[in-house]
C-alpha cells in the first residue's frame, strides 16, 4: 500500500477574507505524479501554498509529511519545507551568483558542511538535470529552459518526498516545457512524488498523471476526462481525447498573478 504524504478534509482556502477554494479534499501518496489545472486567479497557487506553510487553511484538516496544518507552529515550518522541493516560475536562482553557488547556498541553509559531500552533491544533481557543465555559469548566462533546469536541481538537492512545481513551463517554449516535464516525470519515478499546477492542456494528454482542477471555488478530480482506463497509475495506457480545451484555462487578463 502506497505511502500518503498529503491529506486534505473538508479544507477551506481563503485570502483576506476571501474564499478561494471550499471543502478541499486531496492525497497525494508517494510515486504519484499530480496535476492541478485551472483558470488563473481560481486557486492554484494558493493551494501549493498552503502545502508549504505560506498560507493557513482556514478550516478543514490537513495534514502534509506528518504535519499537522492547523497546529504546526510557525518555528517548525522550515522543517516542513527541508522535505519539500519548491519550482517557482519566476525561477528565483541568486542573479549574482554561479549555479554552482545558488545550489551550494542551498545546502549550507539546510545543514550541509562538509564540503565534499556538498560538490558530489551538487554534481549528481546537475547530472540529473543535464546540466553538468554549467556550474560557473551566472543565471545571465543561462536559457529560461536552462534556468529552470537549475531550478528543479535545486529542488531536489535534499531529495525531497514531494515536488511542487508552480506552472514550471509557463515561461517556456513549447518544446522546452515538454523536456522540463519529462524531466519532472523521470525524477518522479525515482521516488519524489510531485504536484504541478498547469495551464497546458497537452502537457497532460502527452505525459499523463492524476488531474484536480480548481473551479467556482471547488477542486474536482478530472482525472477520468483525460484518461481512457480507471486505473490512472497505468501511465503508458493510451488516454481519451480531452473535453478540456486550452482556451477554457485562459482568463480575460491572462498575466495576472493568484
Known amino acids: 500500500m502506497s505511502e500518503l504524504l498529503i491529506n486534505y478534509q473538508n479544507v477551506e482556502i481563503a485570502q483576506q477574507d476571501a474564499c478561494l477554494l471550499k471543502d478541499v479534499n486531496m492525497q497525494l501518496n508517494a510515486g504519484d505524479f499530480l496535476y492541478i489545472i485551472g483558470k488563473v486567479g481560481t486557486g492554484k497557487t494558493s493551494l501549493l501554498k498552503t502545502i508549504y506553510g505560506e498560507l493557513g487553511i482556514a478550516s478543514g484538516e490537513a495534514e502534509v509529511l506528518g504535519n499537522n496544518l492547523r497546529t504546526i507552529k510557525r518555528k517548525h515550518i522550515p522543517q516542513l519545507r527541508k522535505k519539500l522541493g519548491i519550482i517557482f516560475q519566476d525561477f528565483q536562482l541568486l542573479t549574482d551568483r554561479t549555479v554552482y553557488s545558488n545550489l551550494e547556498f542551498v545546502l549550507r541553509a539546510t545543514g550541509w558542511k562538509n564540503k565534499q559531500e556538498i560538490k558530489e552533491r551538487i554534481q549528481e544533481v546537475l547530472e540529473q538535470v543535464g546540466m553538468t557543465s554549467k556550474g560557473d555559469k551566472l543565471p545571465n548566462e543561462l536559457s529560461g529552459g536552462e534556468q529552470q533546469r537549475i531550478v528543479i ?106
Open 153 to 258: 536541481a535545486r529542488a531536489i538537492l535534499n531529495s525531497p518526498s514531494v515536488i511542487l512545481a508552480d506552472e514550471p513551463t509557463g515561461n517556456l517554449d513549447a518544446e522546452t516545457g515538454r523536456r522540463i516535464v519529462e524531466l519532472l516525470h523521470s525524477i518522479s519515478h525515482k521516488g519524489s512524488s510531485v504536484i504541478m499546477t498547469t495551464h497546458n492542456i497537452q502537457l497532460i494528454k502527452d505525459f499523463p498523471g492524476l488531474v484536480l482542477k480548481c473551479d467556482n471555488h471547488q477542486l474536482q478530480d478530472a482525472t477520468h476526462d483525460f484518461h481512457k482506463k480507471e486505473n490512472v497509475q497505468d501511465f503508458n495506457e493510451p488516454i481519451l481525447e480531452t473535453t478540456y480545451s486550452q482556451a477554457e484555462f485562459i482568463s480575460e487578463e491572462e498575466t495576472d498573478k493568484e
